[in-house]
């Protein structure tokens, strides 16, 4: 059985820092693994995804990184701005596109001016 | 804006009561999916369909039913609601290309 795993639980910045998140999953049988943003009472925006053949996507000020073999993802934030506050949610598809997409607890991610 | 559609947005019943919720997607995906999402739970998948004409059970069906009308739309019916099932309730879609793509989430509460 998948299990995905993101630390820290919390995230407290100043604006302009440069942070990591990370993501770790014990089954390396992905299809992708997606990060996600969801803002209190709202949905989930997809940020970038990584197909298992793929070691990194970039979109903007974000990155992220893909190693199967050691089972981890990180998603890099540069340049941290008070609108990245959120909670972020990494998710790896199983065995098909379709594959149950199974999700990490997320982290509180604040960054205060 | 292309995406998918959830409706309604809100909704309260009361125990015992039926209603359906409605998920419409304009991507032209062949994959889409049911989740709830509860405090310290996480996402939870409740049903899936692979593509058009099939559907399978998730983690958590028991207490719901699912039907895949047509490749865009995608329901999911409580026929007895309880308050074990206030939660809220994300529509998604995927190809095998873009990953998932959420609606904006339909919060029910079940009184």
């Known amino acids: 059985k998948q299990e995905v795993t993101q630390i820290p639980a919390a995230l ?14 014990t089954d390396s049988a992905i299809y992708n693994l ?26 903007g000020r974000l990155n992220a990184s893909l190693d199967k073999s050691s089972g981890r993802s990180t998603l890099y ?27 990490g607890q997320g982290t509180i991610l604040t960054v205060h001016p | 804006n292309a995406g998918v559609t ?27 999916y049911w989740y709830r999402q509860d405090p310290g739970m996480g996402l939870r998948l409740i049903y899936y369909s692979a593509s058009e004409g099939t559907t ?19 329901s999911l019916r409580l026929e007895s609601a309880a308050p074990s099932q206030t939660s809220v309730y994300f529509c998604a879609s995927s ?17």
């Open chain 1, 34 to 59: 997606q990060w996600f943003r969801q803002d209190p009472g709202k949905g989930l925006t997809s940020l970038l995804l990584i197909q298992s053949s793929q070691r990194e996507q970039t979109s």
């Open chain 2, 56 to 74: 399978d059970k998730g983690e958590v069906p028991n207490g719901y039913n699912v039907s895949r009308l047509n490749k865009r739309e995608f």
């Open chain 2, 6 to 32: 959830q409706t309604p947005k809100f909704q309260v019943l009361k125990t015992g009561q039926s209603m359906t919720l409605q998920c419409a997607q304009d991507m032209n995906h062949n994959s889409m």
């Open chain 1, 12 to 25: 407290s910045v100043p604006e302009g820092e440069n942070l990591v998140l990370n993501c770790s999953f």
């Open chain 1, 77 to 103: 934030i540069a340049a941290s701005q008070p609108g990245d506050s959120a909670t972020y949610l990494c998710a790896s598809s199983g065995g098909t596109s379709y594959g149950k997409l199974t999700f």
């Open chain 2, 95 to 111: 190809e095998s290309w873009t990953g998932r793509t959420f609606g904006s989430g339909t919060r029910l509460t079940v009184v």
